[in-house]
T-cell receptor
């Protein structure tokens, strides 16, 4: 079946650097793409979403870029902090499905921020 | 405001036993989702329920797994005759409508020995 996947399983950065986490998706019918952060022993926490008719969206210290031509999604974290260390998942949602809450998750990227 | 509450947080079961995982959605949320996460993998959708109704169970294994969300009380994910492959983290999420992103609980970790 169609799935969402990630290029890099791990990413290590120094505190203060910018981080870029990438994701490839295969379902061109998806309407939304979402980034979640999962800290150890906890549930996923919503970070930011982007609709498929957009190519960029900014939040607080985070920016999501969507390239539909190559089916690529990225999450940029500015001035990365130790508290940003977590596993980051991209997920997709199809508005024509039963619910936005029926998400297809990628495998995840482990972000480690060194002080 | 309390978030999505799941219990137990950790559960150990012997092969062949039953596991029951409970989820209390956030206040005002009538839509509940269950996801399973195997070690070092992403979450996989299992089932979507709305008070007393199963809306989408396309991700549920055909046998041994069932879910309910009664009019009163928490949603229950039930796994009968557990096997070692059922060992995973099970996450519940809830939302107020079908057009809002769900909030996740902290998960229930099932270990089958």
């Amino acid at each position: 079946g169609e799935s969402v996947g990630l290029h890099l399983p791990t990413l290590s950065v120094q505190e203060g650097d910018n981080s870029i986490i990438n994701c490839a998706y295969s379902n061109s019918a998806s309407d939304y793409f979402i980034w979640y952060k999962q800290e150890s022993g906890k549930g996923p926490q919503f970070i930011i979403d982007i609709r498929s008719n957009m190519d960029k969206r900014q939040g607080q210290r985070v920016t999501v870029l969507l390239n539909k031509t190559v089916k690529h999604l990225s999450l940029q974290i500015a001035a990365t902090q130790p508290g940003d260390s977590a596993v980051y998942f991209c997920a997709e949602s199809y508005a024509g499905g039963t619910s936005y809450g029926k998400l297809t998750f990628g495998q995840g990227t482990i972000l480690t921020v060194h002080p | 405001n309390a978030g999505v509450m799941q219990n137990p947080r950790h559960l150990v079961r012997r092969r062949g036993q039953e596991a029951r995982l409970r989820c209390s959605p956030m206040k005002g949320h009538s839509h509940v989702y269950w996801y399973r996460q195997l070690p070092e993998e992403g979450l996989k959708f299992m089932v979507y329920l709305q008070k007393e109704n199963i809306i989408d169970e396309s991700g549920m294994p055909k046998e041994r797994f069932s879910a309910e969300f009664p009019k009163e009380g928490p949603s229950i994910l039930r796994i009968q005759q557990v096997v070692r492959g059922d060992s995973a983290a099970y996450f519940c999420a809830s939302s107020p409508t079908s057009r809002t992103w769900p909030s996740f609980g902290e998960g229930s970790w099932l270990t089958v020995v």
